[in-house]
């Protein structure tokens, strides 16, 4: 569902021209509501890759347990309504107009001018407090710090890993970006990270001291990947313990088993080790659209959000399974965001397949297709350039045959482009 174009196009002209990453807004725009964030419990989540499969794993964890949930998350793929799921429902078209209303209209008479993602920030918060949410979990937009979402003192801080990311407003380096998103951690508050490297997580553990947060270590938690079958890979889990034996899991990759464990340690810290029950139906139910998901079988056309240089490592990892299995030609829809390591990515990517083609999508921050033919030339066995994504999804899928591979990958905004038709 979406909410008609008009009313969409009054927020969407705030996206780009007014992004502010500081807190004065959304106070004073909370504060104008009766700060509804003091009335729910928060699980918040930030990190440079990984943070919105962690929220879908622990949105089905806390369902499976009876918890009347709620999701914020962003960016969408197609439909703004995607940013708001409550019971893994996206909010309906009416509501979801109505609380803009109520939102804007409240900001105007009061003098405030808010950004797109705060306007989306309090949206979420109003609408699941209306829902009588017994967890609410906010995945940050941008940093952690300074984030619109960091109004909220939740239950439970999470930090996935870190990579590099916007860089003129969190830092050049790793360890800058990772002070920054430590920003949510809260006195007296749990939180827990997945960042595996030691440096980066050395300064995780010590900022999130500075801020005198909880920090809680990884539980006994051992899970193995044991095999894929179509849209679920199965591992073997063994929790606190107890030995769960296999289950499925609907998020794909090596790097979801991370996400995993991440999401286990922060649910286990709130409510304890899930039962054999939660978490079969949890682990099958969890739905993240975009990472590794098949859109078609024959031929097989998968799209992945892989966005920086970690992304593409671990895409890389399960495209070397996947291309072994497949009989005809391996293509590749590319379309990456400016400032993101177009270098390296495509040092990573590009060679696995037989095709490469670019394309540019509908967002003022994607790259001008000029800027891939150096690394077309450098990597891609062949290639096409495209400058516009409904010319690249029409020609490209009309040139694949039933044993055929195409891969579309780069910018979530390509994902999204490519999945309107």
């Given at each position: 569902?979406?909410i ?22 959304i ?47 962003s ?15 996206e ?19 009061d ?6 993602f705060?306007?989306?920030?309090l ?12 967890i ?15 109004i ?6 999470v ?20 002070t ?8 007296g ?13 050395n300064?995780i553990?010590c900022?999130g001291a500075?801020?005198k ?40 990759g ?11 340690t ?9 039962g ?54 391996k ?38 297709t ?14 096409n350039?495209?400058?516009?994504i ?16 195409l891969?579309?990958?780069g ?11």
């Amino acid at each position: 569902m979406a909410i008609d174009n008009g009313y969409l196009q009054l927020i969407y002209n705030k996206k780009q021209s007014d992004i502010k990453y500081d807190l004065k807004n959304i106070r004073r725009l909370a504060a104008a509501f009766g700060n509804p964030e003091k009335d729910l419990q928060f699980i918040h989540v930030t990190g440079s890759n990984g943070k919105g499969s962690v929220c879908a794993v622990l949105e089905s964890l806390c369902i499976e347990r009876g918890l009347r949930t709620g999701l914020f998350t962003s960016p969408h793929l197609v439909n703004y309504n995607e940013r708001f799921r409550f019971g893994r429902k996206e909010i309906g078209d009416a509501p979801l107009k109505r609380y803009l209303g109520i939102v804007m209209k409240r900001a105007k008479s009061d003098g405030i001018d808010p950004s797109f993602f705060e306007i989306s920030t309090l949206v979420a918060i109003l609408y699941f407090r209306d829902m009588k949410s017994d967890i609410a979990i906010m995945e940050v937009g941008l940093g952690g710090r300074l984030d619109a979402t960091n109004i909220i003192t939740p239950q439970c801080s999470v930090i996935t890993m870190i990579d590099y990311e916007h860089k003129r407003l969190l830092g050049d380096t790793k360890t800058k970006i990772a002070t920054e998103k430590c920003g949510i951690v809260k006195k007296g508050v749990p939180f827990c990270t997945g960042e595996e490297n030691p440096r980066i997580r050395n300064v995780i553990l010590c900022e999130g001291a500075r801020r005198k947060g909880i920090f809680i270590a990884e539980p006994d938690i051992d899970v193995r990947r044991q095999n894929t079958e179509g849209d679920y890979q199965r591992i073997r889990l063994k929790l606190c313990g107890k030995d769960h034996g296999e289950l499925r899991f609907s998020l794909l990759g090596g790097h979801q088993i991370k996400n995993l464990r991440t999401a286990l340690t922060a649910f286990i810290a709130l409510y304890g080790p899930p039962g054999k029950g939660v978490l079969k139906r949890a682990l099958e139910r969890t739905s993240w659209k975009g990472r590794l998901t098949t859109i078609s079988a024959r031929p097989l056309i998968i799209i992945d959000g892989c966005h920086n240089t970690s992304g593409a490592v671990s895409l890389r990892e399960e495209l070397r399974r996947i291309l072994k299995t497949v009989k005809g030609r391996k293509c590749l829809l590319f379309g990456m965001v400016k400032k993101k390591p177009l270098s390296r990515v495509a040092e990573l990517l590009f060679p696995l397949f037989d095709e490469v083609n670019v394309t540019t999508f509908e967002s003022d921050r994607a790259r001008s297709t000029d800027s891939y033919k150096k690394h077309l030339k450098r990597y891609a066995k062949t290639y096409n350039i495209y400058n516009k994504i409904r010319d690249a999804r029409e020609i490209v899928k009309k040139r694949l045959n039933k044993r055929d591979l195409l891969v579309v990958t780069g910018s979530l905004y390509l994902l999204g482009d490519f999945l309107k038709e």
